[in-house]
């Protein structure tokens, strides 16, 4: 009969087990696969993309108007505009072989995009001119190259466009597309095996009887998943049994290049995933308990080079499990860059305390009263309490040095959702 411990042997820093955790996938890599331009939004780039051409090919206006020779209208004004002659049209689309030169004293038509005839080196706007059939009067002046896209101004040949490791985004599409790419190189997408352990937890839609709780936590890392780009294969509730676990890790993992258990972390008597894991043949332990309020039972093992991570069963924790440890993972095994994190500096609104020597993810509500912004903290304790997510819009994360906030003190929060205004 296992002896249930009264903690972990020893506590990790949250940077200490991110670190052997990142070392430990280091070597993992998807593989790459070719998909249309039009399909790549949200697939992480997987090649040095540069330009292969010049955006725009040719000299365009960038306006309505007259292309002129600038020397022509340098002394134009209200009182004594200059008259040229007008000699023909540039429209979109135009060829620029097919237009006629401009000379000394003549002028072209041209609309917004066409291409900068022959001889013209700026622009009028329509709004400062003045015609009658062929003859054009100009009552301002215009610059060199005046209203004038040049040649290669968007995008120049051999210039880069998009690295490895960004995550495509709907403007890397459209310059993809102005420059004629078609497809593009992506990292495959990730399948991610997902179980949740406990006895007591009953599916998504299921009758619960006295004793029994609806499995949320495992919803809500596949949701988490999804939203990063995961494939999902959904293995279900599983047994408090280390055998069940182990068969479920072995079975998993055969198809898929990670894997979540939820529940079933700690170190109680049926807390059975670190002994499912540690039968696993190949397992290897990275890391188990770390140094943070709530999500200390986290915990990750690498099985044939994948990792399989264990989260809390109560949401809250496994949210924050996943933030700080899941979701780098998958990025670093995509090559993807971080994305940007939204953080505002916000007055506490009460005192919070926490134990020294542990990363506390306080659940707070950001809201702006006067032009100021508040934190109202939510919860520190209670990792099962998911409506704090719901209610709140940010974490405030306190440092392991620090031993809590005062009432009034600025901070910095980390937003989950939009400020409540």
Known sequence: ??????????????????????????????????????????????????????????????????????????????????????????????????????????????????????????????????REEDRLWVYRPVAYMQNVSKRGEDFSAGEPVVSVGVKLKPWHVGALASLGVTSVKVYRRPTVAV???GSELKPLGSKISPGEVVDSTRPMIKAFLRSLGCDVLDLGILEDDPAVISEAVSKGLKTSDLMVLTGGTSLGLRDATPDGLSM???????????????????????????PVFMLSGFPVAAFVGFMVFVEPAIRGMMKCRPDP????????????????????????????????????????TGSGIISTLTRGNGLLILREEVEGVEEGEEVEVLLTQPVEV
Do not use: W
């Not at 950001?366 to 100021?372: E, F, P, Q």
């Open 195 to 197: 179980a949740s352990t």
């Open 341 to 380: 994190q939204p953080v505002v500096k916000a007055q506490v609104t009460r005192r919070v305390a926490k134990p020294p020597g542990v990363r506390a993810y306080v659940r707070v509500r950001v809201y702006s009263r006067d032009g100021v912004l508040y934190a109202e903290p939510l919860r520190l």
């Open 280 to 306: 696993v043949e190949g397992s290897r332990l990275i890391f188990h308990g770390v140094r943070m309020r709530p999500g200390k039972p986290t915990g990750a093992y690498l099985v044939n080079g994948k």
């Open 1 to 130: 009969m296992r002896v249930k411990m009264s903690g972990f042997k020893g506590l990790m820093k949250v940077e200490d087990a991110l670190a052997r955790l990142l070392e430990a996938i280091r070597g993992y890599r998807l593989d790459v696969e070719e998909v249309p331009v039009e399909e790549a939004v949200g697939r992480v780039c997987a090649e040095d993309l540069k330009a292969p051409v010049d955006v725009p090919p040719f000299d365009r206006s960038a306006v309505d108007g007259y292309a002129v020779r600038y020397l022509d209208v340098l002394s134009a004004s209200e009182s004594s505009p200059v008259e040229l002659r007008i000699v023909g049209i540039s429209k979109t689309g135009s060829r620029p072989d097919t237009l006629p030169e401009v000379k000394p004293g003549e002028a072209v038509e041209i609309y917004t995009g066409a291409p900068l005839p022959r001889g013209a080196d700026s622009v009028v706007m329509v709004e400062y001119t003045k």
